[in-house]
């Protein structure tokens, strides 16, 4: 694990990005997370470079993959990844890919960046960590928390989650789905009724309100799988 490093606030994360050099950071896909990822790690994931590999662990899967910039910038406020990496990101030799490698990135629970793989992943691992009875010191489960874009429901195997989820009552699993209106045909209702039909307790928030996001991702939810839509208007 690396150590902490001096560029570590929220207000660092743009000159950590400003180091990832080159034109495939896919900007719109990473500004909208940057948010959510922020606050889910300095407020409310219970992760640290030091028990990243700890079974008791919170998971964070970033399933909207393919714009890692913000995650890669927050892992290195949070002391996962060395500053020094961003600077050779997508490099021949450089663990920091256009899509996130759990097997190079410290901090990374899954390969990802093709769409609609991460929820079903989360909701096998929170099925998993259920079975298991694992429980993190303050007696609660681990929490898996998913982070998907609304166009990403657009594909079938996420709704295949969706239901079995609400179905099955998995209360560890979080989705976080940042809405920047870019699915093909948008949900009738919106996408917090999507999941709200399938038995989930959905909130809807603005994607940039830190104290909003905090609290719908932390507030009581027994029973059932929790739903956040950060909604981002990026264009």
């Known amino acids: 694990m690396t150590t902490a490093t001096a ?32 606050v889910l790690y300095d407020r409310v994931l ?19 993959g393919h714009g890692p ?43 990802s960046g093709s769409l609609g793989h ?7 691992s929170a099925l998993g960590l259920r079975a298991q009875g694992v429980r993190r010191p303050d007696g609660a489960a681990p929490r898996v928390v998913v982070l998907l874009g609304d166009g990403e429901l657009d594909e079938g195997s996420n709704h295949e989650a969706i239901a079995v989820a609400g179905r099955l009552g998995v209360d560890n699993l979080t989705a976080v789905v940042v809405d920047n209106a870019s699915s093909t045909h948008g949900w009738p209702g919106g996408v ?19 104290d909003a996001l905090h609290e719908a991702l932390t507030r009581p939810h027994t029973g059932r799988p929790l739903a956040v839509v950060a909604r981002v208007r990026t264009r």
């Open 7 to 38: 560029l570590s606030r929220y207000a660092d994360l743009p000159a950590l990005i400003g180091l990832m050099e080159g034109d495939e950071k896919h900007m719109g896909a990473a500004h909208s997370t940057l948010d959510v990822v922020w």
């Open 192 to 210: 917090a009724a999507r999941f709200a039909g399938e038995g989930w307790a959905a909130r809807e928030v603005a994607g940039r309100d830190h």
């Open 69 to 111: 910039a913000a995650f890669y910038a927050v892992l290195a406020a949070k002391g996962f990844v060395d500053v020094a990496a961003l600077r050779g990101w997508t490099a021949f030799d450089s663990p920091l890919g256009h899509h996130p490698d759990r097997v190079l990135v410290p901090g990374v629970e899954i390969g």
């Open 46 to 64: 219970a992760v640290t470079p030091a028990t990243a590999e700890d079974p008791a662990r919170d998971r964070f899967l970033l399933s909207k």
């Open 118 to 124: 991460g929820l079903p992943l989360g909701l096998g």
